[in-house]
């Protein structure tokens, strides 16, 4: 039988298992202290949990008037492929129209073909470019600036 899952809003108490999930999930994962400034006034962070209390994934939106920024969504790559990046951003979607935003932007590391993908399927189209923005090995990586207008 599966285990029932459930979208909270996380707090401070679940930053442990969210340090562990990113840095499992990017390969320059922010950090435990970045992480727990989320949790102020102008920021909600969702969570995607099994009835046991397991963290599966994250997503962290900061919301400014009528625009919302998608700060971080992670799934445990263990929990991969099962459709919960989906679910999480859906949840991110609805919560941006249920709070009057007009908008929602994030960006994307150029070679993260997978979140890019799911964003596209979603509706984001592509407004901009950071050339070099992201760290890598060896060199530098462009951020991909995507929005989705809510107003349509």
Do not use: W
Request: proline share 1%.
């Amino acid at each position: 039988m599966t285990e029932q899952l459930q979208l909270v809003c996380l707090e401070a108490n679940d930053l442990r298992q969210m340090v562990s999930i990113e840095g499992k999930a990017h390969s320059h994962p922010m950090s435990e202290g970045n992480l727990a400034d989320c949790f102020g006034r102008l920021y909600r962070v969702l969570g995607l949990k099994t009835e046991t209390n397991t963290l599966l994934g994250f997503a962290i939106i900061q919301q400014i008037i009528d625009e919302v920024t998608l700060i971080d969504i992670c799934i445990d790559p263990a929990e991969q492929g099962h459709g919960y990046g989906r679910l999480l951003l859906k949840e991110v979607v609805d919560a941006a129209k249920s709070s009057g935003a007009v908008v929602i932007m994030l960006e994307v590391r150029e070679s993260n073909v997978a979140a890019r993908h799911l964003y596209q399927q979603m509706g984001f189209t592509e407004s901009g470019r950071r050339r070099g923005y992201y760290s890598l090995g060896e060199g530098k990586e462009d951020a991909l600036l995507m929005d989705l207008n809510l107003e349509t």
